[in-house]
Structures are given as structure tokens and as C-alpha cells.
């Protein structure tokens, strides 16, 4: 990895910058390390323990109710889902929850390598890719963010698992922000957001986003690679929201959770 300013600028300059407690639980760091979380609460999250699937999606749920009696989930038993499958390593809250606060609104840059290890964690290894593709950013919130997590995320797991990261989504336009939109605006507002070109045809892809909330935006990629002749697209989250607050969402089609967006 490139020495970043922070790393040339040394250590006098860094505990200036980051006083020597944990970003999280506030308790003390050891020296100066390049990601100012103590390594309790860098273990801390812990994997999803849902005994709950989707038979068609995968979509891991805490109990059997958003499952319908063919163990479908809502988006799958209304026809909606375009992707083969969605893993995901935890829930977005508590520790996780903090560590991709700080990772995409505090740019800590280097958390990459820690999550990066536990998507890594959460992917079968039964499943064959061909191409590990990033959700794509817009210019606009790449030119604000500096970075687009996904794509920092995907490398990471390249590194890990030697399938190639291969940007072959695009942003065709600029889109409004999800959260505390319905269920069915959510799906509305992302629609035709996204193109592929030629190179997804005929493979199968892991698309790699940070969080899954109701999928709608997932759903949305999924479906451009399809169009663009994918094989078969699945879906790997470091969190995902819970989606009993979705399903409830759906059916009442009153605004869903606020918080997690892209
Ligand atoms: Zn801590
Ligand atoms: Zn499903």
C-alpha cells in the first residue's frame, strides 16, 4: 500500500491529528496506528447467526416471519429481485455499524483492510465468480467523498481471494438520496440508474456494495448486469439492515428506515 501524507508526515503530527483513544469505545490506543480503532472493537462485530433464508434470494433473516410458506421473501414472492443470491457478513449497528460510519463519512481509508477481511469472511467458498464488481458511485459523490468504498472494498477482497475487480457498472444518472423513501419509491427512484456494457455478458458476478437495506439499489445493478447478459449475479454486504423493518415498509408502503443510504 502507498505511504499516505499522514504516514511520511510521522508520528508527532499523527497524535496531534488522532489523540491516542479509540474513535468507538474511547479507550485507549496502543502507539499510533494507521486506524486509530482499538483492537477489541475492530473484533468486535459479530457475524450474522440467522438460521432464517430466503429458498430463492439467500437473504438472511432474523426469524421465519417475513418468509411466506414457499420460504420466499416479500421482494422475491412479488417478483422483484433480479440476483441469485445475497450474503452478508453482519447487521448494520453496534460495532459494525460504527467501524462503516467511520470508514465512509470519517474517510478512515485504512479501515478497507479490516472490513475487507470480514466480506471476505461472509463469501462461500463454494461459489465460483469471474469478476468481483463494485457498486459504482456518481461523480458528484465521488468528487465529495474522495473515494468510492465499494471499489476500496472490492480490491480488498481481490487481494484476498484473487478474482479480479472489474468496474463494469456505470451510474447513468445522478440519483436522490434513498433514505426515507418507501419501499416502492426506493425502487422508483433507482430504476434504469445504472448500465453494463458487454464485458458482463455470459459471467457470473459478485457485485460488492457496503450496506444492503431494502436492496432496492442492489436490485436495480443486479438487474443492469442481467440485461448485459450476466450468467448470474450475487450479492456480498459487509451489513445489512434489519429487514423486519423493511418487510413492514413494503407492506404499509409508509417511509422505511432513515440511516443507511449509498
Ligand atoms: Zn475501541
Ligand atoms: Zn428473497
Redo the contacts with the bound molecule.
Keep these: 500500500m502507498p505511504l499516505t501524507w499522514l504516514d511520511r508526515a510521522g508520528s508527532p503530527l499523527l497524535a496531534l491529528l488522532f489523540p491516542d483513544d479509540c474513535r468507538l469505545c474511547a479507550g485507549p490506543l496502543k502507539g499510533f496506528p494507521r486506524i486509530p480503532v482499538c483492537a477489541s472493537c475492530l473484533d468486535a462485530p459479530a457475524v450474522n447467526a440467522e438460521q432464517h433464508y430466503?429458498a430463492?434470494?439467500r437473504?438472511p433473516f432474523l426469524n421465519a416471519r417475513p418468509l411466506n410458506e414457499q420460504g420466499?421473501?416479500r421482494?422475491?414472492a412479488a417478483g422483484f429481485?433480479r440476483f441469485d443470491a445475497a450474503y452478508s457478513y453482519g447487521n448494520y449497528h453496534g460495532g459494525l455499524h460504527g467501524l462503516i460510519h467511520l470508514f465512509k463519512y470519517g474517510r478512515m481509508r485504512p479501515l478497507a483492510a479490516p472490513l475487507g477481511r470480514m466480506l471476505s469472511s461472509a463469501l462461500p467458498r463454494d461459489q465460483v465468480f469471474d469478476a468481483i464488481v463494485p457498486m459504482p458511485l456518481h461523480w458528484r459523490k465521488l468528487l465529495v467523498r474522495g473515494f468510492n468504498q465499494s471499489h476500496l472494498l472490492a480490491k480488498e477482497l481481490t487481494r484476498r481471494t484473487g478474482i479480479p475487480t472489474e468496474p463494469l457498472l456505470r451510474r447513468r444518472r445522478h440519483t436522490a438520496a434513498q433514505a426515507g423513501l418507501s419501499s416502492a419509491q426506493r425502487r422508483a427512484n433507482v430504476a434504469g440508474a445504472f448500465t453494463a456494457g458487454s464485458d458482463a455478458q455470459g459471467r457470473r458476478l459478485l457485485l460488492v456494495d457496503d450496506v444492503f437495506t431494502t436492496g432496492a439499489t442492489v436490485n436495480a445493478a443486479a438487474t443492469a448486469l442481467k440485461r448485459a447478459g450476466a450468467a448470474r449475479v450475487a450479492i456480498l454486504t459487509l451489513a445489512r439492515t434489519d429487514r423486519l423493518q423493511n418487510v413492514r415498509s413494503l407492506q404499509s408502503d409508509s417511509p422505511s428506515e432513515r440511516g443507511a443510504t449509498e
Design positions: 430466503c430463492a434470494c437473504t420466499l421473501c421482494l422475491c429481485t
